[in-house]
């Protein structure tokens, strides 16, 4: 686990003790040995409210929720350049005031979102997260960002600096308490590529996709470790064990239109969105919606106890399937698009039902949504004339609990599913699914490190950092050929309500998107809330363009409806 212990307290009233430091843990090494300022490494985490929220009671609260999660509090320390470890200090209070709340515009999600891409929180000042606050932001769905990446950054609302030791000011009434047809073999009438994307004429040079809002803005990478590394931290992907919803959720395939956004048909401008956008070097996205989950608990007073996460029905794998083809072979990549002019990530979002299965299934949504992101990754290839080759996805299993005390850091692990080509076939849709499920029990099961063994041997302190850094960025250049080819987070049901009182009303969508960048270039993130599956597609803008991020929205789309209509005739 790669989270930082509590600092300590000082409550002599004493001279301040130093900042406590300790070594940043493995995962939080290497991805900061492959930093690239030109790609910055978030992630965000977007949570639609209903209703408006008070800035100085909110402020309050989500300080006293930093206080209460104090691992978050941390900064990088200071060094020489021959220092062997970079470190964290563990400060006792925020640096900054990371609340912000940018003036309310009918662009106002869209300028967060390209924010949340272009510039990553500092990791010298504590904590290395920011949260916006974005009123009156109309549909979720439709939103575009600008196409800001490789010219100018959106600009930043300002952050009050505060003392390190000074605690945000609370009164006693702004407090906490208060292209063509399918492809032969798939077996489905899939979308056609150029369908997906139309341009709207807005203005902001950026197509708009039928239902998604597509980003163009930088952003960070999934650099994780120098091969099979690269982490989504986005989420804890763990479809076993945090799945996103049960057979009792509605078919898919009726995604939410621009017009009804994301609120089920509320009226545009009523709406809150709370924008979190995260260093990835430092933390996850789940490590981070606790802290939401704790700051929506004091703003609101309700309830928000994580609930409990379903159980799987325990079935012992195959031991042929359980294995799956070699990963000594070089995976399959995603073929080119159409890439963009400049650098960064694009990302799309869109909101569908979770797919229904049936009752007592040996499979889960999370085996649903991996097939779904094999079919469609297989489906672009076969578009763009790429040559069939195993297809590998990364997947974040979080082990972590949910409650107060849930460990804070980048906690999640990694593991890779590898499919054959002759085994990702819609034809075969129930065996797919049989061997999805086989595979990934049988991996969520081994105990192994977060980034596996190598990653250990390359942050030994036995040499400056410095050198390591550079020998860890060859290594990552060198093994890029067995990266694997799609990252695929699925946080699952989200499990806390997420409830900020009767004004501000509980949350009825939560996004998050992951860093991608090359050699892989794509990842799909998955939540479920309010019994919706809110998907977010981010991919490199020299691998896809924003019509291509369409076309893979609408792919996967169909193949995740094809996970309900092929197993239910299969059965």
Same mark, same amino acid.
């Given at each position: 686990?790669?989270?930082?212990?509590?600092?300590?307290?000082?409550?002599?009233?004493?001279?301040?003790?130093?900042?406590?430091?300790?070594?940043?843990?493995?995962?939080?090494?290497?991805?900061?040995?492959?930093?690239?300022?030109?790609? =910055?490494?978030?992630?965000?985490?977007?949570?639609?409210?209903?209703?408006?929220?008070?800035?100085?009671?909110?402020?309050?609260?989500?300080?006293?929720?930093?206080?209460?999660?104090?691992?978050?509090?941390?900064?990088?320390?200071?060094?020489?350049?021959?220092?062997?470890?970079?470190?964290?200090?563990?400060?006792?209070?925020?640096?900054?005031?990371?609340?912000?709340?940018?003036?309310?515009?009918?662009?106002?999600?869209?300028?967060?979102?390209?924010?949340?891409?272009?510039?990553?929180?500092?990791?010298?000042?504590?904590?290395?997260?920011?949260?916006?606050?974005?009123?009156?932001?109309?549909?979720?769905?439709?939103?575009?960002?600008?196409?800001?990446?490789?010219?100018?950054?959106?600009?930043?609302?300002?952050?009050?600096?505060?003392?390190?030791?000074?605690?945000?000011?609370?009164?006693?009434?702004?407090?906490?308490?208060?292209?063509?047809?399918?492809?032969?073999?798939?077996?489905?009438?899939?979308?056609?590529?150029?369908?997906?994307?139309? =341009?709207?004429?807005?203005?902001?040079?950026?197509?708009?996709?039928?239902?998604?809002?597509?980003?163009?803005?930088?952003?960070?990478?999934?650099?994780?470790?120098?091969?099979?590394?690269?982490?989504?931290?986005?989420?804890?992907?763990?479809?076993?064990?945090?799945?996103?919803?049960?057979?009792?959720?509605?078919?898919?395939?009726?995604?939410?239109?621009?017009?009804?956004?994301?609120?089920?048909?509320?009226?545009?401008?009523?709406?809150?969105?709370?924008?979190?956008?995260?260093?990835?070097?430092?933390?996850?996205?789940?490590?981070?919606?606790?802290?939401?989950?704790?700051?929506?608990?004091?703003?609101?007073?309700?309830?928000?106890?994580?609930?409990?996460? =379903?159980?799987?029905?325990?079935?012992?794998?195959?031991?042929?399937?359980?294995?799956?083809?070699?990963?000594?072979?070089? =995976?399959?990549?995603?073929?080119?698009?159409?890439?963009?002019?400049?650098?960064?990530?694009?990302?799309?979002?869109?909101?569908?039902?979770?797919?229904?299965?049936?009752?007592?299934?040996?499979?889960?949504?999370?085996?649903?949504?991996?097939?779904?992101?094999?079919?469609?990754?297989?489906?672009?290839?076969?578009?763009?004339?790429?040559?069939?080759?195993?297809?590998?996805?990364?997947?974040?299993?979080?082990?972590?609990?949910?409650?107060?005390?849930?460990?804070?850091?980048?906690?999640?692990?990694?593991?890779?599913?590898?499919?054959?080509?002759?085994?990702?076939?819609?034809?075969?849709?129930?065996?797919?699914?049989?061997?999805?499920?086989?595979?990934?029990?049988?991996?969520?099961?081994?105990?192994?490190?977060?980034?596996?063994?190598?990653?250990?041997?390359?942050?030994?302190?036995?040499?400056?950092?410095?050198?390591?850094?550079?020998?860890?960025?060859?290594?990552?250049?060198?093994?890029?050929?067995?990266?694997?080819?799609?990252?695929?987070?699925?946080?699952?049901?989200?499990?806390?309500?997420?409830?900020?009182?009767?004004?501000?009303?509980?949350?009825?969508?939560?996004?998050?998107?992951?860093?991608?960048?090359?050699?892989?270039?794509?990842?799909?993130?998955?939540?479920?809330?309010?019994?919706?599956?809110?998907?977010?597609?981010?991919?490199?803008?020299?691998?896809?363009?924003?019509?291509?991020?369409?076309?893979?929205?609408?792919?996967?789309?169909?193949?995740?409806?094809?996970?309900?209509?092929?197993?239910?005739?299969?059965?």
């Amino acid at each position: 686990m790669t989270a930082v212990e509590r600092p300590p307290r000082d409550g002599t009233g004493g001279p301040a003790r130093p900042p406590v430091r300790v070594p940043f843990p493995v995962v939080d090494e290497v991805a900061r040995h492959c930093l690239q300022e030109e790609e =910055p490494e978030t992630v965000h985490i977007e949570v639609h409210l209903p209703g408006r929220l008070e800035p100085a009671r909110l402020r309050a609260a989500f300080a006293e929720a930093l206080r209460r999660h104090p691992r978050i509090l941390m900064r990088e320390a200071p060094r020489p350049w021959y220092r062997r470890r970079y470190e964290w200090e563990l400060t006792s209070e925020p640096d900054l005031d990371v609340v912000a709340f940018p003036l309310p515009s009918r662009d106002a999600l869209r300028d967060a979102r390209t924010r949340a891409l272009l510039t990553a929180p500092p990791l010298t000042a504590s904590p290395p997260i920011r949260l916006e606050v974005v009123e009156g932001a109309g549909p979720a769905i439709g939103s575009e960002a600008t196409d800001a990446v490789g010219r100018t950054g959106a600009a930043l609302p300002r952050r009050a600096a505060v003392s390190t030791r000074a605690a945000v000011p609370a009164g006693p009434d702004s407090g906490p308490a208060a292209g063509g047809g399918p492809a032969r073999g798939d077996g489905v009438g899939a979308p056609a590529h150029g369908t997906a994307a139309r =341009p709207d004429g807005d203005g902001s040079g950026v197509a708009r996709g039928s239902g998604g809002s597509a980003t163009g803005a930088g952003s960070g990478d999934d650099s994780r470790g120098p091969g099979a590394t690269a982490g989504s931290g986005a989420g804890a992907g763990d479809g076993a064990d945090a799945e996103a919803g049960g057979p009792d959720a509605g078919a898919t395939g009726d995604r939410t239109g621009a017009a009804a956004g994301a609120g089920g048909g509320r009226p545009e401008g009523k709406g809150t969105v709370l924008f979190l956008t995260i260093n990835h070097t430092a933390l996850d996205g789940p490590a981070c919606l606790r802290i939401l989950a704790t700051a929506a608990e004091l703003y609101g007073g309700r309830d928000n106890t994580p609930t409990a996460p =379903p159980v799987r029905t325990p079935e012992a794998p195959g031991a042929e399937e359980a294995v799956g083809p070699s990963t000594w072979t070089p =995976p399959a990549r995603v073929a080119h698009g159409t890439p963009e002019p400049s650098a960064g990530n694009g990302l799309l979002v869109t909101e569908l039902s979770v797919p229904r299965r049936p009752k007592g299934s040996p499979y889960t949504v999370n085996d649903q949504l991996m097939a779904a992101t094999v079919l469609m990754v297989a489906h672009w290839n076969r578009e763009h004339g790429a040559r069939p080759r195993p297809l590998r996805v990364t997947m974040p299993v979080d082990d972590r609990t949910r409650d107060a005390d849930m460990p804070i850091g980048n906690g999640t692990r990694l593991v890779e599913v590898t499919f054959a080509p002759d085994e990702v076939n819609a034809d075969r849709m129930a065996e797919l699914l049989r061997r999805t499920a086989n595979r990934t029990r049988a991996l969520k099961s081994v105990d192994r490190p977060q980034l596996g063994h190598g990653a250990a041997l390359l942050t030994a302190p036995v040499v400056p950092v410095a050198w390591r850094a550079a020998v860890t960025r060859g290594l990552r250049r060198a093994a890029g050929p067995w990266t694997s080819t799609v990252l695929l987070s699925n946080i699952g049901r989200i499990p806390y309500a997420l409830d900020f009182g009767e004004a501000a009303g509980r949350a009825h969508a939560v996004w998050f998107s992951a860093p991608a960048r090359m050699p892989r270039g794509l990842t799909v993130t998955t939540a479920s809330t309010a019994g919706r599956l809110h998907l977010a597609l981010r991919w490199s803008r020299t691998l896809l363009s924003h019509g291509d991020g369409a076309h893979l929205r609408d792919l996967f789309e169909h193949y995740l409806h094809a996970t309900e209509l092929r197993e239910a005739n299969g059965a």
